[in-house]
């Protein structure tokens, strides 16, 4: 089992930044993936970015060049540094963890954090 702890959501203006963390624990491969997801309402989960314990990264199409993943595999911890944010990316924000290499918007087997809230006011 692997257990995820999220933090860092909140509300913010459009145009302004903020950064999540999640640290997982448990039973922790050494090749493995750890993303956000997100989910607004109304809407499907959707991948956001994901990072290879090797540290290879996919980015959904509408936050790159505004959104940066990057880990510290000896802390077991995945951050995501959002700038530019827009009203577009509110919703809860997912982190995930599997133990492969799969870095597509692919859900079945990953672990899950709790989620956070992200609201970019307009």
């Known amino acids: 089992q692997v257990q995820l702890v999220e933090s860092g959501g909140g509300l913010v203006q459009a145009g302004g930044s903020l950064r999540l963390s999640c640290v997982a624990s448990?039973?922790?491969?050494?090749?493995?993936?750890m993303g956000w997801f997100r989910q607004a309402p109304g809407k499907q989960r959707e991948l956001v970015a994901a990072?290879?314990?090797?540290?290879?990264?996919n980015y959904a199409d509408s936050v790159k060049g505004r959104f940066t993943i990057s880990r510290d595999s000896a802390k077991n911890t995945v951050y995501l540094q959002m700038n530019s944010l827009k009203p577009e990316d509110t919703a809860v924000y997912y982190c995930s963890y599997r133990p492969d290499l799969i870095t597509r918007d692919a859900q079945s087997g990953n672990y899950w954090g709790q989620g956070t809230q992200v609201t970019a006011s307009s």
């Open positions: 448990g039973s922790i491969f050494s090749i493995n993936v």
């Open positions: 990072i290879t314990s090797g540290g290879r990264t």
